[in-house]
């Protein structure tokens, strides 16, 4: 597979978001059955892998690090800290100094390695300057327990404080052909800083695939189950995303998917999408997105179409937690 830099973080071209594997979308899969497909990524080029402390909490972590032991030299690990486990906190968010370090210790154990490749704060903490988080981090690199220093959901004015103290290799924020809000400031603040971005939910939480509609019913504890995106006559008014990703990609001999993440990788060089997926089939239908060429002509039907999505892409307790 091609690769990508994110700073000078050197992954490949897609990554692969591992939360779906143990949180979030219904019912954890099998452990084995998911180690599999992990290796079965690496097998096939994917070198960066995604996963979090709060994806069950800790299983994720856990499950990954028992998937990549045999190849951890091959591949980078990304993971997050930031969120209050015993309940101390009434905001769910602790990125203390004390909490983080201890926190990392955890990934470390977890992860089955000796340094953590990127570490993201997960959501920033109202209560914890960022200064003083990103100094965390930077001890932390100093010694030799973090390799590279990463935000997520975070808005521009975080991210140049963060990266005043300690430089930013990457964000990881949401952003899809139906969640475009990045184009405005975060794109045009990262590439002024050097920062790669890293878009969680590339397909629209599977909306883009095109095998979602508004009779679709979702698993209990499918965090769908709650997203205002996901409303029944929400879904059938957005199928006018699908429609267009499906028009062009029937020119371009490929799946909606593709086409989807095909458009991500054309908007920007910095750009590593970490689609998620649990089946085999689905991941090679993601990777061979990367060989997808989409023309300037193809671009322009995207912007010419000017969609817009129906539905908040959170509820409102999670939006609460999104830095502006």
Known sequence: MQTRNLGNLEVSALGLGCMSMSFGLGPATDQQESITLIRAAVDRGVTFFDTAQVYGPFT?????????????DQVVI?????????????????????????????SLTRLRTEAIDLLYQHRVDPHVPIEDVAGTVKELIEEGKVRHFGLSEAGIRTIRRAHAVQPVTALQSEYSLWWREPEEQILPTLTELGIGFVPFSPLGKGF??????????????????????????????????????????????ATPAQIALAWLLAQQPRIVP???????????????????????????????????????RYSESSQRMIDR
């Open 60 to 72: 994720n972590e856990e499950l990954v690090g028992e998937a990549l032991e045999p190849v951890r």
């Open 78 to 106: 990304a993971t997050k800290f930031g969120f209050d486990f015993d309940g101390s906190r009434s905001s769910g968010l602790d990125s203390r100094p004390e909490t983080v370090k201890r926190s990392v210790e955890g």
């Open 208 to 253: 883009l695939t095109g095998k979602i509609d508004e009779t679709t019913t979702f698993e209990p504890g499918d965090f769908r189950n709650t997203v205002p995106r996901f409303d029944p006559e929400a879904r059938k008014a957005n199928t006018a995303f699908v429609d267009l990703l499906t028009r062009i990609a029937a020119r371009k001999h």
């Open 274 to 312: 970490i689609p998620g997926t649990t089946k085999l089939h689905r991941l090679e239908e993601n990777i061979a997105a990367a060989d997808v060429e989409l023309t300037p002509d193809d671009l322009g039907e995207i912007e010419d179409a000017q969609l817009t999505a129906h539905g908040a």
